[in-house]
């Protein structure tokens, strides 16, 4: 689901309430807040942490649209972008969010142990080197494998390409302590990357996608999964990766009964 902020509905679907706005860091800006869609059902249930795409420039609402089943409470975040502020500033402002879900998702009737983060492109980037870099979470008091799973959809799993543009950093991939893959374990939480087909997906995602996961499996991550949808390009993994999602949280979910 696609769409800008200012035009936000007030309620999804009939399943849930109106949609809540929360402030998760002091900025006195438009951003920094968190549109919280939560369903009238009461019975503990996940919540999914979502950020955007857009290169870590664009702003914007990007949210697969079945994820509102009824059941998740779904937590969209509207963080700041470059050149507004740094590539590093938003990094760390991406942790701010998701430790925000973990001290205050309890008061909405959902549960900490069922908190799922994902995301788009640069969201996916976001989603994942805050999920894997346990310095992101740790200055909150959390641990990030408390995270139930980790969800990145066409991410770069590599340095993202705006942050070596404003380091400096070579075109070139680079894999250093701002690179998901510069965090492998095989004790992170359980992790399902989704792309587009190589050749279609931007250059490099659906290949370093597909070694990140070969390469926690070979570690002995015992549940990380990479799928490249034949056909898909970019926008199209988006467009496709509802089903794939909603069996990830649902088979956790099962799990954690």
Same mark, same amino acid.
């Given at each position: 689901?696609? *769409?800008?902020?200012?035009?936000?509905?007030?309620?999804? #679907?009939?399943?849930?309430?109106?949609?809540?706005? !929360?402030l /998760?860091?002091?900025?006195?800006? !438009?951003?920094? $807040?968190?549109?919280? +869609?939560?369903?009238?059902?009461?019975? @503990?249930?996940? #919540?999914? &942490?979502?950020?955007?795409?857009?290169?870590?420039?664009?702003?914007g609402?990007?949210?697969?649209?079945?994820? /509102?089943?009824?059941?998740? #409470?779904?937590?969209?975040?509207?963080?700041?972008?470059? @050149?507004?502020?740094?590539?590093?500033?938003?990094?760390?402002?991406?942790?701010?969010a998701?430790?925000?879900?973990?001290?205050?998702?309890? $008061?909405?009737?959902?549960?900490?142990? +069922?908190i799922?983060?994902?995301?788009?492109?640069? *969201?996916?980037?976001?989603?994942a080197?805050?999920?894997?870099?346990?310095?992101?979470?740790?200055?909150?008091?959390i641990?990030h494998? $408390?995270?139930?799973?980790?969800?990145? &959809?066409?991410?770069?799993?590599?340095?993202?390409?705006?942050?070596?543009?404003?380091?400096?950093?070579?075109? +070139?991939?680079?894999?250093?302590?701002?690179?998901?893959?510069?965090?492998?374990?095989?004790?992170?939480?359980? &992790?399902?990357?989704?792309t587009?087909?190589? *050749?279609?997906?931007?250059?490099?995602?659906?290949?370093?996608?597909?070694?990140?996961?070969?390469?926690?499996?070979?570690?002995?991550?015992?549940?990380?999964?990479?799928?490249?949808?034949?056909?898909?390009?970019?926008? *199209?993994?988006?467009?496709?990766?509802?089903?794939?999602?909603?069996?990830?949280?649902?088979?956790?979910?099962?799990?954690?009964?």
């Open positions: 689901m696609r *769409g800008d902020w200012q035009h936000f509905p007030r309620q999804i #679907t009939p399943d849930y309430h109106p949609v809540e706005l !929360e /998760y860091k002091e900025n006195g800006g !438009e951003f920094n $807040r968190l549109a919280i +869609s939560r369903p009238l059902s009461a019975h @503990p249930a996940p #919540t999914i &942490v979502w950020f955007h795409g857009g290169g870590l420039t664009g702003d609402r990007e949210c697969p649209a079945e994820l /509102y089943n009824g059941v998740n #409470t779904v937590v969209e975040v509207r963080y700041p972008v470059y @050149p507004a502020v740094s590539t590093l500033a938003i990094i760390e402002d991406a942790a701010a998701v430790a925000w879900c973990f001290r205050h998702i309890g $008061r909405l009737g959902r549960r900490e142990t +069922s799922f983060v994902g995301g788009m492109s640069a *969201g996916a980037y976001l989603a080197l805050t999920g894997m870099d346990a310095s992101r979470l740790a200055p909150y008091g641990d494998r $408390r995270i139930a799973g980790l969800m990145p &959809v066409s991410g770069q799993m590599t340095t993202h390409f705006q942050v070596k543009a404003e380091l400096g950093l070579p075109e +070139s991939p680079v894999i250093d302590a701002l690179a998901p893959m510069g965090h492998l374990s095989a004790d992170l939480p359980p &992790v399902l990357l989704i587009g087909e190589s *050749g279609l997906d931007m250059p490099g995602r659906p290949e370093e996608n597909a070694f990140m996961a070969a390469s926690l499996r070979a570690l002995g991550h015992p549940d990380a999964h990479h799928y490249a949808l034949p056909g898909h390009d970019h926008g *199209g993994a988006f467009d496709s990766c509802d089903h794939l999602l909603l069996k990830f949280i649902n088979r956790i979910t099962e799990a954690q009964k």
